[in-house]
Every structure is written in structure tokens, then in C-alpha cells.
């Protein structure tokens, strides 16, 4: 290493060169010998000035932030702004309240986003933009309290001079603004479409795929955002390239499958028997599906898949085979004269329908014979017996009947199609069971016919008229039962042939009725009619419950009013009833069922039925005396 040297003279006129790091010890050994006062006195004027103005300086300033720490105590330094917004000298609380004050203001301007001559302004609301005061505050307040003293001097001279600015920072609810941009996009973009191909008998074509633009969502969000929170309140988007996921090449495998699949007839074989498929009833199973990763960058990455629709396959192939398989019945209940019995399950015989799709791709795809094998295999029913048997069906919770004019052909029409369809339903354990939800719409295709109905008030033929029968019939099995009712809704009028105050109104898509299965086994609604009465019972295992009822007397009586018509048609003084009149009425039934001789729940059916109008024909017509005749002489 080389040592750098002075020249240096002697008492004499020699000369010789001492090495400078061996001066500066020998400098600062005399320093410190001497003391700071010493070695200041040493120095020559100007140098000795400088360092001790230098020091006044480091001294002022450190004086200078002493004060300043003290006087900020527990407060934001002054100077310190938030977006433009002056904090100093305020405790965080103080700070927060402006900021959310000061900032208001801007947030509440829309952003003008455009995307070519389209345009949206954007509220803060839109998107769920927010500002966090809190925050905002605290970083404000931790200006001028770093961990190193250079640092803190740096940033409190600096707020001093208002150079100290915390940058506004917006936040937003994600799922708003991917929906505002979804909008935005859907309005200016194209979408992409996948390369496709399409079967048409066993014509096969490959669709291209097309290309799509829209917007960069990600970019635009971070600019709107950054937008919110700056006076430039004008986003221009641009819209950028979009590649279909599925390409030509991606959707080539599959081309090259559905061509092959309809190149020719199919062969079905069971045994001895042999049934042909055309080539072009194959074209109709064909359906297509992507296969692989969309999140890929690489839209190779994603492909068409060329497979067998099963529902296709199953409405050709199981009519086809029909003869050589056998539909499975569930299990039955058959009950009479209070007693229920099962009737057992039989098993069906039907094509493995995932074997089926394995060889039918062989077939259709291999290089050999184009026949396919069919495998029969055992098929269960939904209800087996052992299944029918666990439901715990054992006895009968409850009956009732209802009697009606025979007369009336359409009315009993419509009662025997509703029991039919009543007849049979199961509910499971917790389940309510819903009048409208079991029976459905009552429509002309399901058999019903027009018979009168109350509505609103009126006797009026209606569709599936004399359901309210049904429903009353099975109002009274639910009530006797004991089972929980949650909903029943009377008639608007009092119908005398009912039982009092426990009739049932039912329409759809208005009133309906419902009850809960609250046993720990099935409950099974069974029905049976005559011409003139039909009885809906319930089964199940035994509730123990017992249910005693009160009815009370009508009250709250309303006369019906009478309008009277003039008939000239009628002799004068004639009165005929067209439509006879119904007082309003109310009548409370309770009913309180009981279980080992514990209340199990106590229900009050309240029934208010309006007064319905008579309408009354006067006769007006006078007729002329009649005069006794004479016969001349």
C-alpha cells in the first residue's frame, strides 16, 4: 500500500518527506492535549468562524425541534396536509373529521369514463368508493416521528415549508365495480366465439373462431380509482383485443370425431335381436363441451370435446329396446276399511346405460364392425318394499267425508280428477304439505272442466270448479288428525253444507292449505269418492294424539242487502229470487289436541264470511181486466 507524503524542511536547508497519516495523528494527539478550546485557538480565523457557526446552526436547529416536539405534542406537525387538506396541529380524531369533511367534496364529483364516442359518469355510490380517515390520519400524525433524528429533522423542516403531503388513497366494493365495468364492457365490447362445430344429420362443419375486443377491466379499475382521489376526473379507455378461448385447432380433434361417429349406420344387438340406427338419428346424440383450463394464457390450452348426449341416447335406444327390457314399479300403499297393507315393489330390467355409452364409442369411433352389444342390467325402483316398509305406514290417523250433488256432471268430474291426484302423496318426516304444490294447476289438459266457484264473492263457472270440496274434505282429515295446520283460509261466503267453520278456500296462485308432518315417520294421503261423496284419510304410525273441539256461535252478524230489478216481463206485484242472499257472519272454532293427557298444542280457526247481495225481479207489467162478453139478442 502506498503512503502519501509531505515535504517538510529542517533547521537547516535539508529537506526530507514525512508521511501524512503520522501528521494527523501527531494533530490530534495536540487536539486532545490541548482541548476543543485549544485546538479552535490553533486555527486560523477563518476557519475558526466557520466551524463555530456551523455549530450555532446544529445548535438552533436542535433547539428549533425540541420546541417543535413539544409544542406537537399529541398532534399532527403543523403543515401536514391530507389530498390538499390542512391537518397540522390537529389530534388524530380532529384530523379524521376533516379529512372525511375536506375530502367529501371531491368523492362526490363523478368520473367521466369514455371508451370512443360512449361515455358514463361514475358516482362514488357506483362503485362503493370510500375513503379511510382513520387511516389517513394516522399516517398524517406520523410525519415527523421516524425512528432516526436525520429523518425526523428532514420531515418536520419539510412540513414546515408545506411539502409534507399524505397522497389520498380510495377504496372500493369490488363486486360493485366489477359490475359497473361488466355493464360498461357488455355495451362496448364484442365477445369473442369459440371456434364451434355443427352436426346437421351427418353433415359436420368446423365454425371458426372470431376474435372480440373490450376493455382491460384491471386497468380501467386502477384508473377510475386513481381518478376518485385526483381533480382529473376524465378516464379514456380503449378497447383491446380479445382471442376466443377454443380455436381451430382446439376444436379439430373433435371435428375429425363427429365425422367419423356419422360415417355410417349403427348396429344394436341383444342376444338373437338386432336393431339398425341411421347415421343421421347418431348425429342427433352428438353434443360438445370444452375441455381443459380457461385461465391459461395459452388459448390452446382449451378444447372441444365431441361426446354422446345420454338423454339423446336413452329417447332413442330405450323405445328401440323396449321389448326385451321391463319398466320397474315402486311400492305401493292400499288401504280399506281403515286398514293399509303394501304392495310390493318390482324390479325392472333396463340397458347399463354406462356401458351402453362406452361401447356405442367404440363403435362410433373404432376401426372394426360399427355394432354395439347391449348389456342389460337389474333396475330398482325409487319405492322399494323394504323402503315402503321403513316409512312406518301402519295404521289410520284420520278421516273424513264430504257430500255432493250427483247432479252437477262437470263439478263431479273435477272432484274425481283432484282426489286422483291426491291420492297416493307421501310426505316425509318435517315436511309441510302444500294443496296447490301436490295438485298443481288445474288445467283443461289434465281433464278438469268449468263448474261454479266462489270468486271474489260470486258464484261464477271457473275451471276446475268444486276443488274447494276437495279442499274441505282434507281440512277436516288434517283437523282430526291432530298434525300441525299451517294454512287454511275460509271461503269469502258462508256455505251452509259445510261443516260450520271448517270449510277450506283454495285457488291458485292465492289461498292455498298446508299442513306439517311433525311424526318421525311418513305420512301417506289416501282418497276414495262415489258419485255423491268423496273421503280423504291420512295414515301413518300412531300419534297417541287426541282432539277434542269447541265451535262457537256466529257473531258480528251483517244483513245482506237486496237489490231489486224491474221486470217488465213479470206481472206487477211478482217477486223472483235470482240470486238468494247470505248474512256476514264470523264463527271461532278451537281445537285443542292432547297426548297422554299433556296439551300438545291448542289452535283457534277464526272465520269471517261477508254478506253476499239478493237480487230480486219486480214485476211491472199491467195486465187489463178482463171483461165479460155479451151476445146480441
Not at 288445467?443 to 270440496?469: F, S
Request: aromatic fraction near 6%; hydrophobic fraction near 40%.
Amino acid at each position: 500500500m502506498t503512503e502519501t507524503t509531505e515535504t517538510t524542511e529542517s533547521d537547516g536547508d535539508q529537506q526530507f518527506e514525512r508521511p501524512v497519516a503520522s501528521r494527523t495523528r501527531r494533530h490530534a494527539h495536540h487536539v486532545a492535549k490541548r482541548g476543543i478550546a485549544g485546538w479552535l485557538s490553533s486555527l486560523p480565523p477563518a476557519a475558526r468562524w466557520s466551524i463555530i457557526a456551523g455549530f450555532a446552526v446544529v445548535v438552533l436547529v436542535l433547539v428549533a425541534v425540541g420546541i417543535d416536539v413539544g409544542f406537537s405534542a399529541g398532534r399532527v406537525h403543523p403543515g401536514v396536509r391530507v389530498a390538499g387538506v390542512a391537518v397540522g396541529g390537529m389530534t388524530q380524531g380532529e384530523a379524521i373529521s376533516t379529512i372525511n369533511t375536506g375530502i367529501r367534496p371531491l368523492l362526490e364529483r363523478p368520473v367521466k369514463v369514455t371508451v370512443g364516442a360512449d361515455s358514463w359518469d361514475l358516482t362514488a355510490d357506483q362503485i362503493g368508493a370510500s375513503v379511510d380517515a382513520t387511516a389517513l390520519a394516522a399516517a398524517a400524525y406520523k410525519v415527523g416521528r421516524g425512528s432516526g433524528f436525520a429523518d425526523v429533522v428532514v420531515a418536520r423542516v419539510a412540513a414546515w415549508f408545506g411539502r409534507e403531503s399524505i397522497a389520498l388513497a380510495v377504496a372500493a366494493d369490488e363486486a360493485l365495480v366489477s359490475s359497473t365495468l361488466g355493464e360498461i364492457d357488455t355495451a362496448v365490447g364484442i365477445p369473442p366465439v369459440d371456434a364451434s362445430v355443427e352436426v346437421s344429420g351427418t353433415d359436420v362443419r368446423l365454425i371458426p373462431a372470431t376474435e372480440g375486443s373490450g376493455i382491460d377491466r384491471s386497468a380501467a379499475r386502477a384508473r377510475v380509482l386513481t381518478a376518485f382521489a385526483s381533480e382529473a376526473r376524465v378516464v379514456e379507455l380503449t378497447l383491446v383485443p380479445r382471442t376466443a378461448a377454443i380455436t381451430e385447432t382446439g376444436a379439430q380433434s373433435a371435428y375429425d370425431m363427429a365425422v367419423k361417429m356419422v360415417s355410417g349406420p349403427l348396429t344394436l344387438a341383444y342376444d338373437t335381436k338386432k336393431w339398425e340406427v341411421p347415421a343421421t338419428t347418431v348425429g342427433g346424440w352428438l353434443a360438445f363441451r370444452s375441455v381443459g383450463s380457461t385461465a391459461s394464457a395459452e388459448a390452446s390450452s382449451v378444447a372441444l370435446e365431441c361426446y354422446l348426449d345420454s338423454t339423446e341416447v336413452s329417447a332413442t335406444v330405450v323405445p328401440m329396446v323396449k321389448e326385451v327390457g321391463k319398466v320397474a314399479k315402486d311400492a305401493t300403499f292400499k288401504v280399506s276399511s281403515g286398514k293399509v297393507t303394501i304392495v310390493p315393489a318390482v324390479d325392472g330390467l333396463g340397458v347399463d346405460a354406462e356401458d351402453l355409452a362406452a361401447r356405442l364409442i367404440q363403435a362410433l369411433t373404432g376401426d372394426g364392425e360399427r355394432t354395439a352389444e347391449l348389456v342389460m342390467q337389474r333396475v330398482e325402483p325409487a319405492i322399494t318394499t323394504e323402503k315402503a316398509k321403513a316409512m312406518g305406514i301402519t295404521a289410520r290417523l284420520a278421516t273424513y267425508t264430504t257430500t255432493y250433488s250427483s247432479g252437477n256432471k262437470p263439478r263431479v268430474n273435477n272432484i274425481h280428477t283432484l282426489a286422483d291426484a291426491l291420492d297416493g302423496t307421501l310426505i316425509a318426516p318435517g315436511e309441510v304439505f302444500s294443496f296447490n304444490g301436490t295438485i298443481g294447476q288445474r288445467t283443461a289438459e289434465k281433464g278438469y272442466q268449468e263448474a261454479n266457484a266462489i270468486v271474489n264473492g260470486k258464484l261464477v263457472p271457473e275451471l276446475g270448479g268444486g276443488i274447494c270440496q276437495m279442499a274441505t274434505t282434507a281440512f277436516n282429515a288434517m283437523f282430526f288428525s291432530g298434525l300441525p295446520v299451517v294454512e287454511r283460509r275460509n271461503h269469502s261466503l258462508y256455505i251452509s253444507h259445510y261443516p260450520k267453520g271448517r270449510d277450506a278456500a283454495v285457488s291458485w296462485g292465492g289461498p292455498d292449505l298446508k299442513f306439517r308432518n311433525d311424526t318421525n315417520n311418513y305420512v301417506l294421503v289416501a282418497t276414495a269418492y262415489t258419485n255423491s261423496s268423496v273421503t280423504v284419510s291420512l295414515y301413518g304410525t300412531p300419534t297417541g294424539y287426541k282432539v277434542e273441539y269447541t265451535t262457537g256461535p256466529f257473531t258480528n252478524t251483517v244483513a245482506y242487502p237486496v237489490r231489486e230489478i224491474k221486470d217488465a216481463t213479470l206481472p206487477k206485484g211478482t217477486k223472483v229470487i235470482d240470486e238468494k242472499g247470505a248474512s256476514g257472519r264470523t264463527v271461532v272454532v278451537t281445537r285443542v289436541v292432547t297426548k297422554d293427557g299433556a296439551v300438545v298444542r291448542k289452535d283457534t280457526f277464526k272465520s269471517v264470511y261477508k254478506a253476499s247481495e239478493e237480487v230480486v225481479r219486480i214485476g211491472t207489467k199491467v195486465t187489463a181486466p178482463s171483461t165479460p162478453s155479451t151476445t146480441a139478442p
